[in-house]
Nanobody
């Protein structure tokens, strides 16, 4: 069973930083993508970033480019999202999810292409 567990969220002031982690277990595909999504209060879930396992290529939505960095630690099967220069608009519930085919990773990835999801973790940026 594929399992994803997010950690590292919390409350931070404007301009601060947080690092989210996504621990992935339960599968061994040769290629897959792990994406981060977020859902702000009263809004739909939107893509944030994605990393493709086979080549390490990374993708970002425009609003986080230059501020967020996605990375992976293969030995730990963990994906990270380093978030810097946080803004109130970044306040949301953040989810990580797996694209088991490894072909849907992009800064604008669609949530319906990701089959396994974590439960989400809250990030709150106070002004």
């Amino acid at each position: 069973e594929v399992r994803l567990v997010e950690s590292g969220g919390g409350l931070v002031q404007v301009g601060g930083s947080l690092r989210l982690s996504c621990a992935v277990s339960g599968f061994s595909f040769s290629d897959y993508g792990v994406g981060w999504f977020r859902q702000a209060p009263g809004k739909g879930r939107e893509p944030v970033s994605c990393i493709r396992r086979v080549n390490g290529r990374t993708y970002y939505t425009d609003s986080v480019k230059g501020r967020f960095t996605i990375s992976e630690d293969n030995a730990k099967n963990t994906i990270y999202l380093q978030m810097n220069s946080l803004e109130p608009e970044d306040t949301a519930l953040y989810y990580c999810a797996v694209d088991e085919l490894g072909v849907y990773c992009r800064g604008t990835q669609r949530e319906e292409d990701f089959g396994a999801w974590g439960r989400g973790i809250q990030v709150t940026v106070s002004s």
